[in-house]
């Protein structure tokens, strides 16, 4: 640190009072943060509804603009909760590809209420694939719905689908997805297909064309556009990079539905 800002840093000490509001007790973020990585959604989600992320008593001040130090703040949290998910089990690549995700979405936006909303999103998308991971109990509509996606990964799958499957109405079947693993249907779907295509893109040679199909995907521009929204590049890219074997894997055959 030169001269200067050690000046400057001496001269803000000098003028903070015993009276002025300290920072909060990091035992309560520690709390939160062991709570995402244990899959603990209920806890999670009861934070998120308390708003506690928000509370300005003892949250420092990182930037003048409200909206600035919100978004320096939501940095910190994303990478406090990659850090303990990848100590809990998350695999290294997925934790921060998610933190990264969420971390871009976080630049476009221009409010604190925007801000809080994603913070809870990403706080509750993390602690449910950590509830995944962690094999905490899942009610059986949502064990089935979870088997039956991996099941039937290279194929279209509806949330009408799974409420055949489950014997449960679509409505009602998305909210207690959403409720236990903190995502939508639809996005753990993509997310798995999308985790599916990773695999082959690594240690198959198929063209993008060829996954696209085989993965159900209404076109192979669709399954480029879904891949670099949650992998951060492109099919292409991603292969340029992770391509790791030329081992022989064939596709198996398509079977026609007519």
């Given at each position: 640190m030169d001269t200067n800002l050690h000046q400057e840093w001496y001269r803000q000490e000098n003028h903070v009072s015993e009276e002025e509001m300290l920072h909060r007790s990091p035992i309560e973020e520690f709390a939160f943060y062991e709570a995402v990585s244990a899959g603990d959604i209920d806890a999670v989600?009861?934070?998120?509804?308390?708003?506690?992320?928000?509370?300005?008593e003892g949250m420092g001040?990182?930037?003048v603009n409200p909206v600035t130090n919100m978004k320096y703040h939501f940095v910190v949290a994303t990478a406090m909760v990659t850090r303990f998910c990848v100590e809990a089990g998350m695999e290294m690549e997925q934790?921060?590809?998610?933190?990264?995700?969420?971390i871009l979405k976080?630049?476009?936006l221009r409010s604190i209420e925007e801000i809080l909303q994603l913070h809870d999103k990403m706080a509750l998308d993390f602690t449910g694939k950590m509830r995944l991971i962690q094999r905490k109990g899942t009610s059986k509509p949502i064990t089935e719905c979870i088997e039956y996606i991996y099941v039937h990964i290279k194929e279209?799958?509806?949330?009408e689908d799974l409420a055949d499957h489950t014997k449960l109405s679509?409505?009602?079947l998305s909210r207690l997805f959403k409720e236990e693993l903190g995502i939508s249907i639809s996005d753990f779907i993509r997310e798995k297909k999308i985790e599916k295509a990773q695999n082959l893109l690594r240690y198959c040679d198929f063209s993008l064309i060829e996954i696209s199909a085989y993965l159900s995907f209404s076109s192979q521009?669709?399954?480029?556009?879904?891949?670099?929204?949650?992998?951060g590049m492109t099919p292409k890219k991603y292969r340029d990079l992770y391509y790791a074997t030329n081992w022989p894997v064939r596709l198996p055959k398509q079977t026609n539905p007519n």
């Open positions: 989600r009861l934070n998120c509804e308390q708003q506690r992320f928000a509370d300005p001040i990182l930037s934790a921060f590809r998610l933190s990264d995700f969420y976080l630049d476009r279209r799958i509806t949330v679509a409505s009602y521009s669709h399954f480029i556009q879904s891949f670099k929204k949650l992998v």
